[in-house]
């Protein structure tokens, strides 16, 4: 749990420090900065922020350097982002005072979920932001994933610079191919096994969130390549081809997690295809929540000792009074820390409301009022 936050021009926030709770509700306008609290908390996760990926996008106007960082329980981290002259920022990471190399330092001591309804990125874009949900959430629960993925991108990206070279042999590539449906193989597993888990939690949910749904809406898995044959033969055989197109078009690199619906036709056949295509945008927010919900599920149980941090922008602004119920009842029975922002201060009596009813402590719950960048003490329970 993050203890103490303190943010230094990221957006309109030029400098606050925060005390946090269990559970942090931050009330503003829309352009107030609330939604920027929670960007400054994936930014220090994740190294990178859900609105923009550029730095100078976000780093508050005429100032070079934006800093995030916070303190938990036993540990210390911090984030620098510093612009030069060309608008080019370099990044700083720190953990407990010393530098690291790698953000997925950061990443594993603070994960962090972002459950945005509106993010119809997931459903609508393709493969490559299902496949980061995937490995997001076996980079947490299983701890050999991370050396094969980073193994697995050296390797891809040594044969594509291949591929390109106009002196390229037989020989050379298969030495890369070899390797390369190693790692597969080994990614391949390690996908399976969480997404089968994550499967059976993401039925449950859906069928709380969307139930007139419920065992039509499926997750499949796929690898990416023929698993049966492996990616060593699929490479060779692709040879020509991957070397006319300058990349390696299969692997492990193309892996999906595909939502589908089935439906049967005036003919009693059964068919399947895309949720997008059939979902309202209303339904395809709450299959997203379940998405979302159910990966945070599974990590609470394969992760006991680590506590999630969940990031939820204008709860009550993209889902219904129902919903809201279900994810609320969801999020306060787990371990995780929950920083919620909210346009209406109706929302502190719901979570209020709810926290009594499941026994939780009052005390856990934290309000700030956020205008213009500032953050203001925190608001009175009475409020």
């Known amino acids: 749990m993050i203890q103490e936050l303190r943010i230094h021009a990221l957006r309109n926030i030029q400098q606050a420090s ?26 220090l996760s994740r190294g990178k922020s859900f609105r923009h990926h550029e730095p100078k996008r976000y780093i508050t106007h005429y100032a070079k350097t934006c800093t995030v960082w916070a303190r938990t329980h036993n540990q210390t981290l911090a984030i620098q982002k510093q612009l030069d002259a060309a608008n080019l920022a370099t990044t700083t990471l720190k953990l407990n005072n010393s530098t690291v190399p790698s953000q997925s330092a950061l990443s ?48 891809l990206k040594q044969r594509n610079a291949l591929l390109k070279s106009s002196s390229l042999t037989l020989h050379e590539v298969s030495a890369w191919d ?10 391949h597993h390690y996908r399976l096994v969480v997404f089968n888990e994550w499967q059976v939690l993401f039925d449950e949910m859906l069928g709380r969130l969307l139930p007139a749904y419920e065992s039509q ?59 997008v295509n059939v979902l309202s945008r209303g339904e395809k927010k709450l299959l997203i929540t379940a ?47 929950l920083f919620i922002s909210s346009l209406q201060t109706d929302t502190i009596g719901k979570i209020q409301q709810k926290m009594t009813v499941l026994n939780n402590n009052d005390d856990a719950l934290k309000v700030f009022h956020v205008e213009q960048g500032k953050v203001a003490e925190p608001l009175s329970s009475a409020h």
């Open 18 to 43: 925060l005390e946090l709770q269990q559970c942090n509700l931050f009330i503003g306008k829309n352009g107030s900065g609330k939604t920027s609290l929670l960007e400054a908390v994936f930014l």
């Open 108 to 155: 594993f001591a603070l994960p962090t979920l972002l459950i945005d309804p509106t993010s119809m990125a997931l459903l609508e874009e393709g493969s490559g932001v299902r496949r980061q949900l995937l490995d997001w959430l076996s980079f947490h629960v299983e701890p050999d994933f991370y050396p094969q993925w980073l193994a697995y991108q050296r390797l």
């Open 178 to 187: 070899h390797q390369l449906a190693i790692h597969a193989k080994a990614l």
């Open 217 to 275: 809406i499926t997750l499949s898995y796929s690898a990416g390549f023929d698993t049966q044959t492996g990616l060593f033969e699929v490479l060779q055989n692709r040879l020509s081809q991957d070397k006319e197109l300058g990349y390696t078009r299969v692997g492990a690199h193309r892996a999906d997690v595909v939502v589908s619906l089935k439906n049967i036709n005036e003919n009693g056949d059964k068919l399947r295809e895309q949720a």
């Open 291 to 337: 998405l979302r919900l159910s990966q945070l599920q599974m990590m609470c149980a394969r992760l006991p000792d680590i506590e999630p941090v969940v990031l939820i922008d204008d709860l009550d602004a993209e889902l219904d009074d129902r919903a809201i119920d279900i994810l609320l009842d969801a999020l306060l029975v787990l371990p995780c820390q």
